[in-house]
């Protein structure tokens, strides 16, 4: 079965680190970029990293820069957001998204079923 | 950033009605292939987004075809040519053309 499960979410302390997880199942995960979007309570989707199929590029938002780091793992078929120095607004759900095979240009084709941060003291 | 302007931001509608949300870009969308990276989402009620339109008009796998996409200029439509009550939720247009991608600010359909 294709999917992509998140994990990793939890209460956190400003200023302090957590990192989610995305197990992906079902297709070839090299083959794949993945992003991160996420999702404020009540708000709208905000884009937050991108790491290339290929994993020669890495782009993140201006609002993450500097903070958060994406990697893989495609021994392990998983994806990582690793965050550093968080803060309220990065209260959020974090999805997971595929992009299509084997190309740069998002397309947010699949979208796991998201894991909560909150960030709060 | 490009920005995308969708509206309405609340769309009701009485069931087997049509709709039609609009998503208006602050530049051209057109990519240097030639190819628009415009789509569009739906998010259901506590569910995760699910793409239903790529590429201004082509629809995803599963999705039924009362749901179409088009365009006119810098402007993207999204219509629903009779609304079921699986169809409420709020909607979200998305442009992948520039660093970064960026998405509208949402439309809510609710049940008239």
Redesign the interface.
């Known amino acids: 079965q294709v999917q992509l499960v998140e994990s990793g979410g939890g209460v956190v302390q400003p200023g302090k680190s957590l990192r989610l997880s995305c197990a992906a199942a079902g297709f070839t995960f090299s083959d794949y970029g993945f992003h991160w979007v996420r999702q404020a309570p009540g708000k709208g989707l905000e884009w937050v990293a991108v790491i290339w199929f290929d994993g020669s590029n890495r782009m993140f938002g201006d609002s993450v820069k500097d903070r958060f780091t994406i990697s893989r793992d495609n021994s392990k078929n998983t994806l990582y957001l690793e965050m550093i120095r968080l803060r309220a607004e990065d209260t959020a759900v974090y999805y997971c998204v595929r992009d299509q095979p084997r190309t740069v240009t998002p397309a947010f084709e699949m979208w796991g079923q998201g894991t909560m941060v909150t960030v709060s003291s | 950033d490009v920005a995308l302007t969708q509206s309405p931001l609340i769309l009701p509608v009485a069931l087997g009605q049509p709709a039609s949300i609009s998503c208006r870009s602050s530049q051209s969308l057109v990519?240097s292939d030639g190819?628009t990276?415009l789509?569009w989402?739906q998010q259901r009620p506590g569910q995760?987004?699910?793409?239903l339109i790529?590429g201004i008009s082509n629809r995803?796998s599963g999705v039924p075809d009362r749901f179409s996409g088009s365009e006119s200029g810098a402007n993207f439509t999204l219509k629903i040519s009779r609304v079921e009550a699986e169809d409420v939720g709020v909607y979200?247009c998305?442009q992948?053309?520039y660093?970064?991608?960026?998405?509208?600010?949402?439309t809510k359909l609710e049940i008239k």
Do not use: A, I, K, L
Request: proline share 13%.
């Open positions: 990519y190819n990276f789509n989402f995760s987004p699910r793409r790529y995803d979200y998305m992948g053309t660093w970064p991608p960026t998405f509208g600010q949402g």
